[in-house]
Structures are given as structure tokens and as C-alpha cells.
């Protein structure tokens, strides 16, 4: 079962996948998590990302389609029951690439859940993570572009999904408890498959 968990920065991708891997057993790929450890140890790949992440702006497809690509060469047996992909595809053109990476792999996406979250509740959790973590992209400016930059070119993911049929729309303005009793009910049809 190969789960993408979509949503704007902020909506709670990473406390819904903890959540999720306790449950299904599925691996996590955090592309942010992923590209924060390039950074911190100072390769290529993290210098360049570097650039982007510190202006708000999304690391080009390539980087992370290789990336991810790389994981699944050198462990296949964290695929092996599935994985959470967590902060992408954010482009229609990163889904598709997506797309045929998996097929390349034998598997698809399962399913897709979307965690909808209002504008003011993101930028007030996102700010309480910057002074909690003391993440550098937790603060107002940051986080201003990022949801500009999320909206103009991450949200048609959405549409695509949807037409896909794989898209599960979840409110994410509740409780965390609540959230993942409404993904569970979406993907509890996917484990059998």
C-alpha cells in the first residue's frame, strides 16, 4: 500500500504519518526530513537544496525524483509493505514522474490523503513549530511564500488525484485523534490490495 499524504505546509503530514506507520507498518519517506539530513552533512545535493529551501521555494524534480529513486535501489525492503511519501509529489509533473518511477518498481499509489486545513490555522502551527523546533523555514516570511508557492503550484495536485480517483479528502482542523480515524476508515479498503 504506497499512501501519498498531501497537504499545505503546516497541515500535519508528519504527525498523521507517525500515525500511520504505527498502523499500517508502512515506511516513511519524508522528502523534507530527506533533504534536511543533505544539508546538515553538507553534500552536493543538500548545498543545492539549500538555495531553494531558504527562499520558500520548491527543489527541482530531478533532485528529488533521483532521490527518492535511490531508496528504492538500495532498500527494497522498505517498499516492501508499502510507503508514506510526505511532502511529495507537489507537481503535477513530480506525480507523474512519480508515477513511472513506481511503475518501474512494479507498484502504483494507492491512495492519496489530502489533510484540509484553513490558512490562519496553518500559518499559527507552523509559527508554534518554528519556536518549538527552532526550524529557520518557521517564520512568518517563510512561511508566506511557502503557502504562496503551495497554493500556486501544489494544489492542482488535488484536481489531478481526484480525476485519478485515488484522492481522500480529510479535514484536518480537528483533533489529531479525529484525523486519523477518518484516513483509517479511507485506507482500511486499501491493506487487502
Known amino acids: 500500500m504506497n499512501i501519498v499524504i498531501f497537504g499545505a505546509p503546516g497541515s500535519g503530514k508528519g504527525t498523521q504519518s507517525e500515525k500511520m506507520i504505527q498502523e499500517y507498518g508502512l515506511h516513511h519517506i519524508s522528502t523534507g526530513e530527506l533533504l534536511r539530513d543533505h544539508i546538515a552533512r553538507g553534500t552536493h545535493l543538500g548545498k543545492v537544496a539549500d538555495t531553494y529551501i531558504s527562499q520558500g521555494l520548491l527543489i527541482p524534480d530531478e533532485l528529488i525524483v533521483e532521490l527518492l529513486s535511490e531508496i528504492f535501489k538500495e532498500h527494497p525492503e522498505k517498499a516492501a509493505k508499502g510507503v508514506i511519501f510526505d511532502g511529495f509529489p507537489r507537481t503535477i509533473a513530480q506525480a507523474e514522474a512519480l508515477s513511472k518511477m513506481l511503475g518501474e518498481y512494479g507498484t502504483v499509489i494507492h491512495a ?27 517564520n512568518i516570511d517563510t512561511i508566506r511564500k511557502r503557502l504562496d508557492v503551495y497554493h ?10 481526484l480525476t485519478a ?5 480529510i479535514n484536518g482542523n480537528r483533533s489529531v485523534d479525529e484525523i486519523f480515524e477518518d484516513i483509517r476508515k479511507s485506507l482500511d479498503p486499501y491493506k487487502e490490495k
Open 165 to 169: 480517483g485515488s484522492y481522500h479528502s
Open 112 to 138: 492519496v490523503i489530502g489533510l484540509e486545513v484553513n490558512e490562519d490555522e496553518l500559518v499559527r502551527r507552523m509559527l508554534e513549530r518554528g519556536k518549538q523546533s527552532g526550524r529557520s523555514d518557521d
Open 152 to 161: 500556486k503550484q501544489t494544489a492542482p495536485l488535488k484536481d489531478y488525484y
